[in-house]
């Protein structure tokens, strides 16, 4: 397993546990908009930011919290790898 499928397994495995309850058959692409599939609302971005924070020890900016970094497991997946690499 490459580092970019353990942080996607991570991302994936969150997602379906706290956004997903109930329904973590949904399909999750890699590219899907958290925003406009409704997975995530606006208050939960900042859940899986402080996720994020916590189980990769970085601190995401403000500058930072934008849906070219957050609203897709994989503009998070090349953000996490940016920040961490």
Known sequence: MTPNDNI????????????LVGDEDQELSD????????IIDSTGVLELA???EREFAFTIEDDEMTPQNLDSIS??????SKKIG
Request: no cysteine; aromatic share 18%; charged share 30%.
């Open 8 to 19: 996607k397994k991570k991302l994936k495995d969150f997602i379906r546990e706290v956004f």
């Open 31 to 38: 590219g899907d908009s958290f925003m406009q599939t409704g």
């Open 50 to 52: 402080s996720f994020i």
């Open 75 to 80: 503009n998070l997946v090349a953000f996490i």
